[in-house]
T-cell receptor, first 114, second 111 residues
């Protein structure tokens, strides 16, 4: 089944404790992206990757890191999480640039930073 | 700064009561506009892409239209299963890879 998977689905952590949220797609998509969704603020793009080893900032990249060493994986790294990073996170992928291709979203990761 | 504004924030309809959702945008040189549907607790699901003013696309009870300033998602004779949050998005920052989403319209259709 073609899908985007995220792990973990739920995570409660404490301020400053480094964490990684994994994202994997099995559709051989070139483009992958991370979003966060907050009440009243909507869905905001954190980082995106056009292909392996090519990444760029979205609208809210502060406090996050990403890497794209393999085509199928695009992990989101929080080096020192803070409470304002408590949010619902979505990973998405598309065959190439999203302008011409629909994005497929993962199921989401709900992160709470205490 | 590129912006996407959706209205209303929430809309409650009776089954069969047609209505429209609005997505207005301020981007320099619109290259496309996307509509997504999001069910509670799930990731957004793609509905439509519109590329130029005057374009229309349909899917079941949904029809999306695009003008130079805004897009409408028309819902004809909605059913309770159409209840969801509807999101629109545009490529932003002059990039084909960066996207800006609106805050969404929460649609509730009562039986």
């Amino acid at each position: 089944e073609a899908q985007v998977t995220q792990n973990p689905r739920y995570l409660i952590t404490v301020t400053g404790k480094k964490l990684t949220v994994t994202c994997s797609q099995n559709m051989n998509h070139e483009y992958m992206s991370w979003y966060r969704q907050d009440p009243g603020l909507g869905l905001r793009q954190i980082y995106y990757s056009m292909n392996v080893e090519v990444t760029d900032k979205g609208d809210v990249p502060e406090g996050y890191k990403v890497s794209r060493k393999e085509k199928r994986n695009f992990p989101l790294i929080l080096e020192s999480p803070s409470p304002n990073q408590t949010s619902l996170y979505f990973c998405a992928s598309s065959p190439s640039r999203p302008l011409y291709n629909e994005q497929f979203f993962g199921p989401g990761t709900r992160l709470t930073v205490l | 700064e590129d912006q996407v504004t959706q209205s209303p924030e929430a809309l409650r309809l009776q089954e069969g009561e047609s209505s429209s959702l609005n997505c207005s945008y301020t981007v320099s040189g619109l290259r496309g506009l996307f509509w997504y549907r999001q069910d509670p607790g799930k990731g957004p699901e793609f509905l439509f892409t519109l590329y130029s003013a005057g374009e229309e696309k349909e899917k079941e009870r949904l029809k999306a239209t695009l003008t130079k300033k805004e897009s409408f998602l028309h819902i004809t004779a909605p059913k309770p299963e159409d209840s969801a949050t509807y999101l629109c998005a545009v490529p932003s920052g002059g990039s084909n890879y960066k996207l800006t989403f609106g805050k969404g319209t929460l649609l509730t259709v009562n039986p």
